[in-house]
């Protein structure tokens, strides 16, 4: 339901480097006005150039606006510090070569939110073969996530991954051999399930990153925006969740998108949640993940088979970075 929680107003340090996937609409615009205007410096890594500049003119406009109304909690800046960096989840080259980019211009990174996706898709392979919503939702994240835990490691204290999940993951069961779905054709292939499954895997790695984070200075965390009115959202009007998503709308209980991006914005600012990992967050407080995604034997699986799908990007250093100390007895 659309609760009115909202989010601290904090003054971030104009040296706080915050990057977005899918900064330019829904709730990881809102997400990347607000935290920009906290003073941040944003990137918003985006499929669109032309829809980014448009909407880093947009936010732009609406800080002066908010400025101008006397607005608190907004830095005195003149001008937003947010720019655009190409990102295509679809193609595992796109992601490194916004890793390059970002290398290149020698930047910290306090946090990392991967709240770009895709809702219900019907079948269909990337380029490099993988099922879309897989690689869109989850497996480009963690490749862009793996590349760039070593940057944020040398960052300084409380950094933060946070991965916009959902509700959703909860009523999936894991199926390692129906991640890629190939089994399924046009005519039995849901995308309901595999938008919902590309949602657990997100927790469960979490849960998997973390174990491997413990004592360092970065955490990951996950959240559920709400029921938010977004372009994504219409993508689940069709059958058994269209019929749940007109009633909760009936009764006035889904969020706007700026309502949407408050979870969002309370896990990458609220100073409170130095250190704190493992919080799957909705409405802003602690909420419950499904035991499904707790299960370590799956995670272990998963954690597995993303590997092997991103072998080819994945050099002996970038991994040994990402499995840290960790071993399977600690
Ligand atoms: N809306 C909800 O009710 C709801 C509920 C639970 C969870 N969520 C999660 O919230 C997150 C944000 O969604 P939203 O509701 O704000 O949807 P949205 O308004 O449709 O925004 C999605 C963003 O992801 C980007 N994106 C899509 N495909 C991409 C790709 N291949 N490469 C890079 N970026 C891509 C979009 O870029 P383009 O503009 O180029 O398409 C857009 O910026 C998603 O992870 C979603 O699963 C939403």
């Not at 944020?152 to 199926?175: E, Q, W, Y």
């Not at 250190?275 to 699986?301: C, E, L, P």
């Amino acid at each position: 339901m659309g609760g009115k929680h909202s989010f601290p107003r904090v003054s971030l340090s104009s040296d706080r480097v915050v990057l977005i996937t899918g900064g330019n609409q829904g709730i990881g615009y809102h997400t990347a006005k607000w935290v920009a205007m906290m003073g941040a410096k944003v990137i918003i890594a985006c499929r669109s150039e032309e829809k980014a500049t448009e909407a880093i003119k947009r936010m732009n406009t609406e800080f002066l606006e908010e400025k101008s109304r006397g607005m608190e909690g907004i830095a005195d800046i003149e001008e937003l510090d947010v720019s655009f960096m190409k990102l295509d989840n679809a193609s595992l080259k796109s992601v490194m070569t916004l890793v390059e980019e970002f290398k290149a211009t020698g930047l910290k990174l306090h946090t990392l939110i991967c709240n770009a996706g895709i809702g219900v898709h019907k079948q269909e392979y990337t380029e490099d073969g993988n099922e879309y919503l897989f690689q869109v939702n989850y497996l480009s994240h963690f490749l862009l996530t793996a590349h760039l835990l070593p940057i944020m490691k040398t960052s300084g204290p409380d950094c933060r991954v946070i991965l916009v999940s959902s509700i959703a993951h909860r009523i999936v069961s894991f199926r390692l051999d129906e991640i890629q779905g190939k089994q399924f054709d046009e005519g039995t292939f849901d995308g309901l399930t595999f938008y919902n499954r590309s949602k657990l895997y997100q927790i469960m790695q979490m849960f998997s990153m973390n174990r491997r984070l413990a004592d360092t200075n970065v955490t990951v965390t996950s959240l559920h925006p709400g029921v938010v009115e977004t372009g994504l959202l219409n993508t689940f009007s069709g059958g058994f969740s269209g019929a749940g998503l007109r009633l909760l709308r009936c009764v006035g209980g889904s969020k706007t998108s700026f309502e949407g991006s408050w979870t969002t914005i309370n896990a990458a600012v609220n100073p409170k949640l130095d250190g704190v990992r493992d919080v799957y967050f909705a409405d802003s407080k602690s909420s419950t993940v499904s035991r499904q995604s707790r299960n370590k034997r799956d995670q272990k699986k998963l954690w597995t088979f993303t590997l092997e799908c991103l072998k080819e990007y994945l050099a002996e250093d970038i991994i040994k970075d990402l499995e840290g100390n960790y071993t399977e007895a600690s």
